[in-house]
C-alpha cells in the first residue's frame, strides 16, 4: 500500500507561485511514477506533470515552463513549484502514484494510488 498526502494549497493572486508537497509512505516497486494531477470545477480531471523513479519529467502543455515536478533525495516527498499562476490553473490538485509502465504518462488509469487533495485558488 502506497499513502499518500498532500500540503501547501491556498489562495495566491494571478502572477504569483505556491509550492505542494506531498508526502509519500509505503512500498512502491524500485520504478515507478508519481504525478500531480488536478481537477477544475466541472471538468475532467487531467494529468499536470509527472516524474519517474529515474528523475526523467514530463509535463501538460499548459504547465511547461511554468511547474516544476521534483522529488526530495529520500524519494519520500514530491514536490510541484507553480509560477506565473493564471486563473485557470484554479483547481483541486492530487497526488498520485503508481508502479512504472513503459512509458512515463499523465494519464489518470496508469496511477492506482491518489492523495486526498489541496486545493489552489488564483484570482485575477
Known amino acids: 500500500q502506497v499513502h499518500l498526502v498532500e500540503s501547501g494549497g491556498g489562495s495566491v493572486q494571478s502572477g504569483g507561485s505556491l509550492r505542494l508537497s506531498c508526502e509519500v509512505s509505503?512500498?512502491?516497486?524500485?520504478?515507478?511514477?508519481l504525478a500531480w494531477f488536478r481537477q477544475a470545477p466541472g471538468k475532467q480531471r487531467e494529468g499536470v506533470a509527472a516524474?519517474?523513479?529515474?528523475?526523467?519529467?514530463k509535463y501538460s502543455d499548459s504547465v511547461k515552463g511554468r511547474f516544476t515536478i521534483s522529488q526530495d533525495s529520500a524519494k519520500t516527498s514530491l514536490y510541484l513549484q507553480m509560477n506565473s499562476l493564471k486563473p485557470e490553473d484554479t483547481a483541486m490538485y492530487y497526488c498520485?502514484?503508481?508502479?512504472?509502465?513503459?512509458?512515463?504518462?499523465?494519464?489518470?488509469?496508469?496511477?492506482?494510488?491518489w492523495g486526498q487533495g489541496t486545493q489552489v485558488t488564483v484570482s485575477s
Open positions: 516524474i519517474d523513479s529515474n528523475g526523467y519529467t
Open positions: 498520485a502514484a503508481g508502479n512504472a509502465v513503459p512509458i512515463l504518462t499523465l494519464i489518470e488509469a496508469d496511477f492506482g494510488y
Open positions: 509505503g512500498s512502491l516497486d524500485n520504478t515507478y511514477f
